[in-house]
């Protein structure tokens, strides 16, 4: 019983930390706007630059791939159960980019969950973090296209997990992260297929 409730706790922790509408809350401080009624609709970095400017769009990236991270670094430092298996900071890490895709504060709407599962996959393994976070970088960058650039990215993190010699949980929670958020991005897909995608820059 008190491994289910540890596991319980976690999850309504994590989640309600990837609720926190980062990309909505600056855009209604600064501008007044809803930011889901504007562009793709989504709160996510890339929606907030359309409003906001390339400033902001770094902002809201970093504090969203902040709030990934943070509650799977908790439970990985105060797990008491499944410790051997890395099953608790796996758990914070879906609930985390459930809550930012699905936010309880915005009728569960929300972003599409990039940065915010990035900010995870740093927190599991920072090597295979930072390989991530560097081929969206370079995909964005020479494409101009932010959606193609995170889907790559994410399709290519669970082999990084497994080459880096992760535990099964992390790569196995890479593996479905990824085709949830390639999911989220059926539109952009279209579009990039119809070449009607916008560019980054």
Not at 3 to 30: D, N, Q, R, W
Not at 46 to 53: A, D, F, L, Q, S
Not at 75 to 87: C, D, E, R, V, W
Request: aromatic fraction near 12%; glycine fraction near 10%.
């Amino acid at each position: 019983m008190e491994k289910l409730l540890e596991l319980a706790a976690v999850f309504v922790t994590a989640y309600i930390i990837g609720s926190i509408p980062t990309g909505y809350i600056i855009v209604k401080t600064f501008t007044g706007q809803d930011i889901r009624t504007i562009g793709s609709g989504s709160t996510g970095a890339t929606n907030v630059k359309r409003v906001m400017g390339k400033k902001w769009f770094f902002i809201t990236l970093l504090l969203d791939a902040f709030k990934g991270a943070l509650p799977v670094v908790l439970a990985k430092i105060f797990a008491t159960t499944f410790t051997g298996i890395g099953l608790l900071p796996v758990v914070a890490a879906i609930a985390v980019i459930l809550g930012h895709s699905r936010s309880v504060f915005l009728k569960f709407t929300g972003g599409k969950s990039v940065a915010s599962g990035v900010g995870t996959i740093l927190a599991l393994n920072w090597q295979v973090g930072l390989m991530i976070a560097l081929i969206w970088s370079i995909i964005t960058y020479a494409s101009k296209y932010v959606s193609l650039g995170s889907i790559i990215a994410l399709a290519i993190s669970p082999f990084l997990m497994w080459w880096c010699k992760a535990p099964a949980a992390y790569i196995a929670y890479c593996a479905l992260g990824a085709v949830y958020i390639i999911w989220l991005h059926r539109s952009n897909i279209q579009r990039l297929i119809k070449g009607e995608e916008n560019k980054v820059r």
